[in-house]
């Protein structure tokens, strides 16, 4: 009995040294958030993304993104590297091109050419034919840590996030370091060449340019909120919030050409997390846990609609067990609500609530 008590305490003791002192890759910065807002008002309970419909992508999980092309065609990147395309009445799924990489943020340009920020490959470019050629891999030298989101200004300019300094594989490292890893990056493809636009983003994620191409919206994960920088105008090149301290993980955001930029809230904010934020040495404990226990993204659909003030006019919430979760994007188009998701096998569908 002795010698099993004896092990049982050197056990123990390693497991407290590990934990308190195993090296971790991140640095965690102390950051209090602001309280989560309760889910009322603006952000009140409700079903209206019950029965959103499943269109099937065959194999592949986590169409992370969605785009729709001239003739109406559903296009998601897969994250085995795949882009599959979808008719647009959501059936015959088929492999449209492999980029070799993870494909997160997708955008046609005006030439018909599917614009991708893959998290592996950089920024990329497929043509009609399904034929991918690289834009973009870096900047002055440095390679892309995470390309992540986009969205194409009228003048052809590409701007992109590159979301933190870990890969896509470790963004729960980003998250729990709480550091401004991220950046947003401009790419002019007449001169082929990239520039940074704004630095200093906990996790960069969507990307809109809104429809007067007067500023542009970026998602700042890490900090609950979406940033607004001015593209023209008395403000040029200032930055300032948008809208902050949102009920959820902001992720994707994306203009729907008229009135109104939809957010995807890819899931509630993690109260544990919340409390932990403050403390890095705590975080760095979470770190050295198993995955399975660490925070991790819930079940839950929630989306936003935001007006040019960055106001919500639009709540969209569904957290039945059967929900389509996880959204990353959302697409407005004829009607129709189109949703990209981490979480799912296929992209989801849901009619434009009245």
Known sequence: MKNVLRIALVMGLALIAYLLLWPVPISPASWTPPPAPELTGPYATNDRLQGTQRLDTGSGFAPEDVALDGQGRIYGGLEDGHIVRLEPDGTRAMVFANTHGRPLGLIFDRARNLIVADAIKGL???????????????????????ANDLDVAADGTIYFTDASKFPLTQFKADILEHQPNGR????????????????????????????DQNFLLVVDTGEYRVNRLWLKGPKQGQAEVFIENLPGF?????????????????????????????????????MRLPDFLQPAPKRYS??????????????????????????ANVVEHNGVLYFGSIGESAIGRHPLPK
């Open 184 to 211: 947003l990056l401009a790419y002019d493809p007449q001169a082929k060449t990239t520039h940074v636009v704004l630095s200093n983003l906990h996790f960069a994620n969507g990307v809109a340019v809104s429809p």
């Open 250 to 286: 902001p992720d994707g955001i994306l203009s729907n050409g008229k009135d109104k930029f939809w957010l995807a809230l890819v899931t509630p904010r993690d109260a544990m997390l919340d409390r932990m934020l403050p403390h890095p040495f705590l975080r760095k404990i979470i």
């Open 302 to 327: 929630f989306v936003l609609g935001l007006d040019m003030n960055g106001h919500v006019v639009d709540n969209l919430q569904d957290g039945s067990k059967d929900c389509y979760a996880e959204i």
């Open 124 to 146: 990329l470019s497929i043509n009609p034919e399904g034929d991918v050629s690289t834009l973009t891999t870096g900047i002055e030298g440095a390679p892309l840590h995470c």
